[in-house]
Structure formats: structure tokens, C-alpha cells
């Protein structure tokens, strides 16, 4: 009789055990969905401040605290490089190989999804270089656009 109850109670322990091992790996799964989010980001035409016959030859997106996840509009055309860090410092950027390829304001318009993992958008830094040319005669202009000018909107 003693070893009967002696066998329940370790029995009673191991499920004890199990369940508590499969609620703690409930609640890090739970937490790790929570404390990340995925954002759109835009670029407003507002914010390019795109002249008359100046269109988009090249950029790059330097991001601290997320990850791109996705790059939907790849422009045939263009040169794109995507580098993802374990540290979480992404950079992508690409440039035209051809005049013909270069963009209007639009090409910016839910222009990649970030992934941040952390539960406050304030460590999320973002920097945007933004290369223009204004028809074939190579008139050039280069500028930076900070998290300010950007639109970033929860992905559903």
C-alpha cells in the first residue's frame, strides 16, 4: 500500500513538472509575439519634394532595431541589395543600371515591412538616402530623409 501511494505521488510530480515545462514555453511563445510587431513603411511624396522631371535613381534604407521582411515592388531595372544583420542593422538599397528604370514618387508606397522586436517603436531608427536625376542631362541631386519624413503603419 505504501509503494501504491508512493508511485502516485511521483506520478503526480512528473505531470506536475511537464505541465509547468509546457505553460512556460506558452507564455515565452506568448511574449514573443507580443513584443513584436510588423510595420509598413512609406515615403510620402510630400517629403521627397520631387522636382519637375526628377525622378528616383537609387537609395538606401539604413534601419537599427528591426529587420526587413519583405520587399514587394522590385523594379526590373534596378541593382537591389538586402542585408539583414543578426544585430539587428539592415540596410537595403539598390540604384538603376538605366534611365528608363528610374522611378516616379509612387515606387515608395508601402515600400518594405520591418520587423521589430522590440515592445516600443522608439529604438526603431531609420535613415533614407534618396539619389534623383532630372531628365538625360545627369543633373543629380542627393538627400536624407529621417524617421520624421517617413509613414510607418501596422501591418494586419
Known amino acids: 500500500m505504501f509503494d501504491s501511494a508512493q508511485t502516485v505521488i511521483a506520478s503526480n510530480r512528473r505531470i506536475i513538472f511537464i505541465s509547468t515545462a509546457i505553460t512556460a514555453l506558452l507564455l515565452c511563445f506568448a511574449a514573443a509575439g507580443i513584443c513584436q510587431e510588423v510595420l509598413s513603411l512609406s515615403i510620402p511624396s510630400s ?9 528616383i535613381g537609387a537609395f538606401e534604407v539604413k534601419i537599427t532595431g ?24 539592415t540596410r537595403i538599397g539598390g540604384n538603376a543600371v538605366v534611365y528608363t528604370a528610374f522611378q516616379e514618387a509612387n515606387f515608395f508606397d508601402d515600400f518594405i515591412s520591418i ?3 522590440h ?23 542627393w538627400f536624407d530623409l529621417d524617421k ?8 494586419k
Open 119 to 141: 515592445p516600443d517603436r522608439e529604438s526603431l531608427k531609420i535613415k533614407v538616402t534618396i539619389g534623383t536625376m532630372t531628365g538625360l542631362t545627369s543633373k543629380q541631386r
Open 47 to 55: 517629403s521627397l519634394g520631387l522636382q519637375d522631371g526628377e525622378r
Open 66 to 89: 528591426g529587420e526587413i521582411v519583405s520587399f514587394p515592388n522590385v523594379p526590373r531595372g534596378w541593382g537591389i541589395f538586402i542585408d539583414n544583420e543578426p544585430n539587428q542593422k
Open 148 to 155: 520624421n519624413d517617413l509613414v510607418l503603419k501596422k501591418v
Open 115 to 117: 520587423l521589430v522586436k
